[in-house]
């Protein structure tokens, strides 16, 4: 396949070249006629060898995943989340806290899991934190479409 690129490209170049230094007169008409039936026939040459049985070939390459891009591009996504899901957690429920959030490298970098450590309930009491962990954790699946773990160090210590 290399060759046969080389080939028209070898062509068309001299074609080019012959065009430009070729006199405008009836000598000149019939070279340039010649040289395009000649690049034409180096066009059709392979699939005049398909006709004719022999085998034409073009191989095939195995295009592998850049996987440390597609990581990157994940992490990158992550981060944006991180502060999307913080920023909600502020507006939607006055608290404060670490938020991690995990991507796949998969097509659409779909997110896989959020993870919430609470830091400051702002104005909640001690006894209605364990409800609003719940809450938490039901609204950040429903609002982002992936699992979610909160907790608190506090309530863990």
Known sequence: MKTYILSVAGVVLLSAVISVILPSGKM???????????????????????????????????????????????????????????????????????????????ANFPREKIIIEITDFGIFGQDERIYTMTRIREAVEKEFGCTAEVFCEENES
């Open 28 to 106: 000149g008409k019939f070279i340039k006629g010649a040289m395009n039936l000649f690049v034409l026939v180096v066009l059709v040459s392979p699939f005049t060898d398909m006709f004719l049985g022999k085998n034409f070939e073009i191989p095939t390459v195995e295009i592998a995943e850049d996987t440390i891009y597609l990581e990157k591009c994940a992490q990158m996504l992550s981060e944006e989340d991180r502060v999307l899901v913080e920023s909600y957690l502020s507006i939607e429920f006055a608290v404060s806290g670490n938020v991690s959030v995990r991507r796949s490298i998969k």
